[in-house]
């Protein structure tokens, strides 16, 4: 999935719209983040603009909600 959005950020100039993915950090631990980015020019040199929000906390609150849910249909 991702050598695709790169490839379409590099050769087709297209915007890579948001996925959710876990990433790893560099201390070993890992984050959900959502990922997003769009490619860009400054003269002659190209790039990407990557966006990464971190959702860990929304990912937690939404175990910890279906764990309630499951609690409750017992």
């Given at each position: 999935?991702?050598?695709?959005?790169?490839e379409?950020?590099?050769?087709?100039?297209?915007?890579?719209?948001?996925?959710e993915?876990r990433?790893?950090?560099?201390?070993?631990?890992?984050?959900y983040?959502?990922?997003?980015a769009?490619?860009?020019?400054?003269?002659?040199?190209?790039?990407?603009?990557?966006?990464?929000?971190?959702?860990?906390?929304?990912?937690?609150?939404?175990?910890?909600?279906?764990?309630?849910?499951?609690?409750?249909?017992?």
């Amino acid at each position: 999935v991702v050598s695709e959005r790169i490839e379409g950020l590099n050769s087709e100039r297209r915007p890579a719209p948001r996925i959710e993915e876990r990433l790893l950090r560099r201390d070993g631990s890992t984050v959900y983040c959502d990922v997003m980015a769009v490619p860009f020019q400054v003269e002659e040199a190209s790039g990407a603009l990557v966006f990464a929000l971190d959702v860990s906390a929304r990912k937690e609150a939404e175990r910890a909600l279906a764990a309630s849910a499951e609690r409750l249909r017992e």
